[in-house]
């Protein structure tokens, strides 16, 4: 399975950011899908996912700002990020669980089995 994210970059305080993460190699129809984020010297943290049957959650910091979508026909996983604060520089990953659904799947990091490599976001002022 191979996870490739895109779309990082650099955007201004209270902006915008789509971020994309296409899998290969694998179809994520049935399975959840997350996105989570690490910066320097922290552990890597939930921001958003998304369940087989298109629920989600969102971790209460992005709740509101961020929304997570999914493209089974694109095999592409979205995270479009609104209202950008000093919260969002970081390294997002795309991530790929094994399991369907995931109760509050933000939280729970060990059920996701596969990762991508990662793409920068940076907020300027």
């Known amino acids: 399975v191979y996870l490739v994210e895109s779309g990082g970059g650099s955007a201004q305080a209270g902006g915008s950011v789509r971020l994309s993460c296409t899998a290969s190699?694998?179809?994520?129809?049935?399975?959840?899908m997350g996105w989570f984020r690490q910066t320097p010297g922290k552990e890597r943290e939930g921001v958003a996912t998304?369940?087989?049957?298109?629920?989600?959650d969102y971790a209460d910091s992005v709740a509101g700002r961020f929304t997570i979508s999914r493209d089974n026909d694109k095999n592409t996983l979205y995270l479009q990020m609104n209202s950008l604060g000093p919260e969002a520089p970081a390294m997002y990953y795309c991530?790929?669980?094994?399991?369907?659904?995931?109760?509050?799947?933000?939280?729970?990091?060990?059920?996701?089995?596969?990762w991508g490599q990662g793409t920068w976001v940076t907020v300027s002022s």
């Open positions: 190699g694998y179809t994520i129809t049935n399975y959840c």
């Open positions: 991530a790929l669980s094994r399991f369907p659904y995931i109760i509050g799947g933000w939280q729970a990091r060990q059920k996701f089995h596969n």
């Open positions: 998304i369940n087989f049957d298109h629920s989600t």
